[in-house]
């Protein structure tokens, strides 16, 4: 079992980046989020699960062990494969995901993509009482106040500017993308961070090659 990665950056794209270890490139599946933190060319650590199928072996990555401990704790729910299992962690923290399952709100995970009212449902009933954080996270994230709140613009705006910056944009262009996004567009404020990503990348002229700039 690959349990973390510590190397080179030598690919980053929207949904994957590759880490260099010891002369092999590791692709590794991860969040918008995650892929944030990660910069072309610098070292970085990820902890990791490996999913093994007869047909393939698929490694995701995480920032830390609070993420992949959500993303496996999911995978025991009936009818949650790792993609879906990713793409909540692509729209709640673990923070957010424990609080939803432990106030029985399966209208949260209807929100994410391919997850449909039932399944959302199946969530909270299975997850029940197998999501536990620790103390210092909770009182992190206590209180009424949206995560990001303290940034100006939508809560997806640090993590969809610090992924640009890490692909290759200068800090002042993608500030000016990122803001003119989110005042344009009507609906920035409901969209999760893979959503608000694609659509600034798209606005700023990416259609392919994630891994340098437009030019």
Known sequence: ???????????????????????????????????????????AHVETSLIVKEDSLTL????????????????????????????????????????AVASGDDKAFSKVSGIGPKGARRIVLELAGKLVLPDAEEDQNSGNT??????????????????LIGLGWHEKDATGAVDSFAEAEPEADSMNVAEALRAVLASLGRVNGMGHRSK
Do not use: C, K
């Open 60 to 99: 995701f990555g995480f920032r830390d062990d609070s993420e992949r401990e959500v993303f496996t704790t999911m995978l025991s729910v009936s009818g949650i494969g790792p993609r879906i299992a990713l793409a909540v962690l692509s729209v709640y923290t673990p923070v957010e995901v424990s609080r």
């Open 1 to 43: 079992m690959i349990s973390s990665l510590t190397g080179t950056v030598t690919h980053l794209g929207l949904h994957e980046a590759v880490i260099e270890v010891g002369g092999v490139g590791m692709l590794v599946q991860a969040t918008p989020g995650t892929l944030a933190t990660l910069r072309l060319g610098e070292r």
């Open 146 to 163: 949206p995560q990001g709140a303290s940034t100006p613009g939508p809560a997806w705006r640090p993590q969809v500017l610090d992924a």
